[in-house]
């Protein structure tokens, strides 16, 4: 069965250290991944996702499928990062199967 | 216009009313999905709509019932609910449904809060 995983529930960093959001999936077919975040009182977003390889708002992630991980990395961390990410799986059809999030504050 | 709309923000409803929430897009998207988010917990998904036709139903129980009534509508109607049943409700699109359109980003709207009282 598909599943996600984030450890930390709860990441506290100061601004300008470097961030990172854990992440690991347990899929049998080829997984395709993502990171979605929710900023206080937004909707909730893609940010990221593995297909792209892009750096999206200073964010990267790269997919291990050897330690089927896709953490969340940001070198220097800004206030405005403090929000809730979840990462995603896309199993079959469309559908989505969200880890528990992982809520980050970067304090001043 | 990017933006998936969803009516109304905030519903309050008895056990015994019937209400509906509704979603709304227009970016020619001809996926649309309902999906339910208790507090500080991850979007869970109920139903999928793939060119208005009903393709998944998370067992969700008949009191939700969804409705297509074309490209750019998705409608949740709602009938003896419990309040249990309180949560964020949220909606989304995107470009096509299916294995291989996982480039496709899914477009979440703001959510309408349901309370059941």
């Known amino acids: 069965a598909q599943r996600v995983t984030q450890p930390e529930k709860l990441l506290s960093v100061f601004k300008g250290a470097p961030v990172e959001l854990k992440c690991n999936y347990s899929?049998?077919?080829?997984?395709?991944l993502f990171w979605y975040v929710q900023y206080s009182r937004q909707r909730l977003q893609l940010l990221l996702r593995h297909i792209s390889r892009e750096s999206i708002k200073g964010f990267t992630a790269d997919l291990n499928k050897g330690e089927t991980s896709f953490h969340l990395k940001k070198p220097f961390a800004q206030e405005e990062d403090s929000a809730m990410y979840y990462c995603?799986?896309?199993?079959?059809?469309?559908?989505?199967?969200f880890g528990e999030g992982t809520q980050l504050t970067v304090n001043p | 216009d990017t933006e998936v709309t969803q009516t109304p923000k905030h519903l309050v409803m008895g056990m015994t009313n019937k209400k509906s929430l509704k979603c709304e897009q227009h970016m020619g998207h001809r996926a649309m999905y309902w999906y339910k988010q208790k507090a500080k917990k991850p979007p869970e998904l109920m139903f999928v709509?793939?060119?208005?036709?009903?393709?998944i139903n998370e067992s969700v129980p008949s009191r939700f019932s969804p409705e297509c009534p074309n490209s750019s509508l998705l409608n949740l109607h709602l009938h003896a609910l419990q309040p249990e049943d309180s949560a964020l409700y949220l909606c989304?699109?995107?470009?096509?449904?299916?294995?291989?359109?996982?480039?496709?980003?899914?477009?979440f709207g703001p959510g309408t809060r349901l309370t059941v009282t």
């Open positions: 899929y049998s077919g080829s997984p395709e």
């Open positions: 989304a699109s995107s470009q096509v449904y299916g294995r291989g359109a996982g480039s496709y980003e899914q477009y």
């Open positions: 995603a799986l896309l199993t079959s059809g469309s559908r989505l199967t």
């Open positions: 709509y793939s060119y208005e036709k009903l393709s």
